[in-house]
């Protein structure tokens, strides 16, 4: 383990002068006159060197209880774990903002899921789909949920998963493009085409009105 630096001691609170964290520490020449920045004290350093100890001693504890779990599992676990460790790595906030649908709905999120990855084998792509606007995803998601207002229990026939799924994750793939093309004009990502009526097209160059009277 590395030493302490004066600025990693800025981590904790001075218990020599109360320097809050990422404070300096400081000290008054004079009674009743200003205080001056000075180098940490050295019980800060020694503070600052025991919860870093600390912090080592939780990290091999999680790292071995990590490692416990993937003997346990079999070769698709070990690729998701390394999977969610990476993206845990590289986007903390993002990630655990992520789990969140798994902890609120777990059975949904893992059809979900299930969904997506029929989908991604199946266009061959990862994601929202280059070829498809979000007007796009928006008019799939109306599809499958017209058929779920209707019965909500009837699954779909290629994936076997509910339509209410098939909804719920064409709208998500909808707002992925939406919030990751922020910089893209607006007709490449939503669409640029109307119908005869002047509204969004929805299938077949109608919207999803003139389409609807058509059908009856």
């Known amino acids: ?19 809050k964290v990422r ?48 003997r346990g599992l079999d070769a698709r676990g070990q690729a998701a774990l390394s999977l969610i460790a990476g993206r845990l790595a590289a986007k903390p906030a993002q990630t655990i ?19 997506l990855q029929h ?23 109306m599809d499958h949920l017209q058929v779920a207002m209707v019965r909500p229990e009837e699954r779909d026939d290629a994936t076997g998963e509910l339509h209410l799924i098939h909804a719920a994750q064409r709208a998500g793939l909808a707002a992925e493009l939406l919030m990751s093309s922020a910089n893209v004009p607006r007709s490449t990502v939503v669409t640029g085409a109307t119908c005869g009526c002047g509204a969004q097209v929805w299938k077949h160059g109608r919207c999803m009105a003139c389409a609807s009277r058509e059908a009856e």
């Not at 991604?120 to 008019?139: E, N």
Request: proline fraction near 8%.
């Open 23 to 70: 404070a300096a520490c400081y000290y008054q020449p004079q009674a009743g006159g200003p205080y001056w920045p000075r180098d940490p004290h050295p019980e800060r350093v020694a503070a600052a060197r025991a919860a870093l100890l600390e912090t080592s001693k939780r990290s091999e504890s999680a790292w071995l209880e990590l490692a416990e779990i993937w």
């Open 1 to 19: 383990m590395s030493d302490v630096l004066s600025a990693d001691a800025l981590a904790v609170e001075c218990p020599t002068c109360s320097a």
């Open 119 to 141: 989908g991604a084998r199946d266009r061959g792509c990862v994601g929202p789909s280059p070829d498809q606007t979000v007007m796009d995803h928006l008019h799939h998601a």
């Open 97 to 115: 903002d992520q789990l969140g649908t798994i902890t609120n709905c777990p059975l949904a999120a893992a059809a979900g899921g299930r969904v």
